[in-house]
């Protein structure tokens, strides 16, 4: 279960891997609040649900920003 849990919450270095971002991309992003997550203590923690969620209403954003300039 601790492995499973593990999954579910992600640090700033795997978030990075997982968007194939730069750690340093990542961090600016959130200090601007762009990207869902929360600090424990001096550290980043973003749960992985939640990140695919936002990133599939980002999708679904785009998606009707091209359709509208068309």
């Known amino acids: 279960m601790?492995?499973?849990m593990q999954d579910q919450v992600m640090t700033i270095d795997d978030l990075a891997v997982?968007?194939?971002l730069s750690?340093?991309?990542?961090?600016k992003l959130c200090a601007?609040?762009?990207?869902?997550?929360?600090?424990?203590?001096?550290h980043w923690r973003f749960h992985r649900?939640?990140?695919d969620q936002?990133?599939?209403k980002?999708?679904?954003n785009a998606g009707k920003?091209?359709?509208q300039c068309r």
């Open 2 to 4: 601790a492995k499973q």
């Open 18 to 20: 997982y968007l194939k």
């Open 23 to 27: 750690t340093s991309t990542l961090y």
């Open 32 to 42: 601007e609040g762009k990207v869902p997550g929360q600090k424990v203590g001096r």
């Open 49 to 51: 649900e939640v990140i």
């Open 54 to 56: 936002w990133l599939g």
């Open 58 to 60: 980002r999708a679904d």
């Open 65 to 67: 920003r091209s359709r």
